[in-house]
């Protein structure tokens, strides 16, 4: 049976953000409960990328402006004919639990765990590549000889302090996505552009096709249009525009 595979293109920063962080966090959740030292390495990567971009001081309010917008928008769709009521009553909840508990915490999101020795050392070294080597930083490489349970212990009770960003940023963009009915159209030539409807904000495209097909799709655009090309990869070179029409499914996530 054919796959699907989906390309997607953020329209503003606040979104690219949360994408971002929704990427970190599940190559994080890959790696956290793998018994090598690899795998501890490469999920407190995740989690020290994660930190810098928690860093930027107005994210927390971002983050409650958006949770925020999305309750107030679903909450005036309670009396709407066709509706759940009960699961929208669920996502309601849901949104109310991240603003409370986002209210709740103080100072910097994340800062509980800057604090921590080790993972201050590794942010400090973060900025030079390849900079948490043994001889750079003997004192990681004592920690990761530690045994796996131990590492894995530590490094989930790290992960857990980062849920109060995980949960709403995941909630935020599941919502998001599944606002909008994909409609079935065709890329003439490998190549579809469309403007976008200036009275409502297009905050996220979504293109879908099937997987067996032999491009991908670059998107592009900003908040008045967008394009599609669909490229051929080459084994030498950049790709190349396919010359075939080739349909495709469109999200354009505006909630």
Same mark, same amino acid.
């Given at each position: 049976?054919? =796959?699907?595979?989906?390309? @997607? !293109?953020?329209?503003? @920063?606040?979104?690219?953000t949360?994408m971002?962080?929704e990427?970190?966090? #599940?190559?994080?959740?890959?790696?956290?409960?793998?018994?090598?030292?690899?795998?501890?390495?490469?999920?407190?990567?995740s989690?020290?990328?994660?930190l =810098?971009?928690?860093?930027?001081s107005?994210f *927390?309010?971002?983050?409650?402006? @958006?949770? =925020?917008?999305?309750?107030?928008?679903?909450?005036g !769709?309670?009396? +709407?004919?066709?509706?759940?009521? =009960?699961?929208?009553?669920?996502?309601?909840?849901?949104?109310?639990?991240?603003?409370?508990?986002?209210h709740?915490?103080?100072? /910097?999101?994340?800062? /509980?765990?800057?604090?921590?020795?080790?993972i201050?050392?590794?942010?400090?070294?973060?900025?030079?590549?390849g900079?948490?080597?043994?001889f750079?930083?003997?004192?990681?490489?004592?920690w990761?000889? /530690? &045994?796996?349970?131990?590492?894995? /212990? *530590?490094?989930?009770?790290?992960? @857990?302090?980062?849920?109060?960003?995980?949960r709403?940023?995941?909630?935020?963009?599941?919502?998001?996505?599944?606002?909008?009915?994909?409609?079935?159209?065709?890329?003439?030539?490998?190549?579809?552009?469309?403007?976008?409807?200036?009275?409502?904000? +297009?905050?996220?495209?979504r293109?879908?096709?099937?997987?067996?097909?032999?491009?991908?799709?670059?998107l592009?655009?900003? *908040?008045?249009?967008? &394009?599609?090309?669909?490229?051929?990869?080459?084994?030498?070179?950049r790709?190349?525009? &396919?010359?075939?029409?080739?349909?495709?499914?469109? #999200?354009?996530?505006?909630?």
């Amino acid at each position: 049976m054919d =796959e699907i595979v989906t390309y @997607e !293109l953020p329209l503003n @920063e606040r979104i690219r953000t949360f994408m971002r962080l929704e990427y970190l966090f #599940n190559q994080a959740s890959y790696t956290l409960r793998g018994y090598s030292t690899w795998d501890s390495r490469a999920t407190l990567s995740s989690l020290i990328d994660i930190l =810098e971009l928690l860093s930027r001081s107005d994210f *927390k309010h971002e983050l409650l402006k @958006e949770l =925020e917008y999305l309750h107030n928008s679903l909450a005036g !769709l309670r009396d +709407t004919p066709g509706v759940d009521v =009960e699961q929208l009553t669920t996502v309601l909840d849901q949104l109310s639990d991240s603003i409370s508990s986002l209210h709740q915490s103080d100072g /910097q999101l994340g800062q /509980q765990l800057r604090n921590n020795e080790l993972i201050a050392m590794l942010l400090q070294r973060s900025a030079v590549i390849g900079g948490s080597c043994r001889f750079d930083m003997p004192a990681y490489h004592f920690w990761l000889q /530690q &045994t796996a349970e131990s590492r894995i /212990q *530590k490094i989930e009770s790290w992960y @857990e302090e980062l849920k109060i960003v995980n949960r709403p940023v995941v909630l935020i963009l599941g919502i998001l996505r599944e606002s909008a009915n994909p409609v079935k159209l065709q890329a003439e030539s490998g190549f579809y552009q469309q403007s976008l409807d200036p009275g409502v904000e +297009t905050k996220l495209i979504r293109v879908s096709i099937n997987n067996q097909l032999p491009y991908f799709a670059e998107l592009s655009g900003g *908040k008045h249009r967008f &394009t599609i090309r669909f490229l051929e990869p080459r084994d030498s070179g950049r790709p190349m525009q &396919t010359n075939d029409n080739v349909n495709f499914e469109l #999200n354009c996530c505006s909630l």
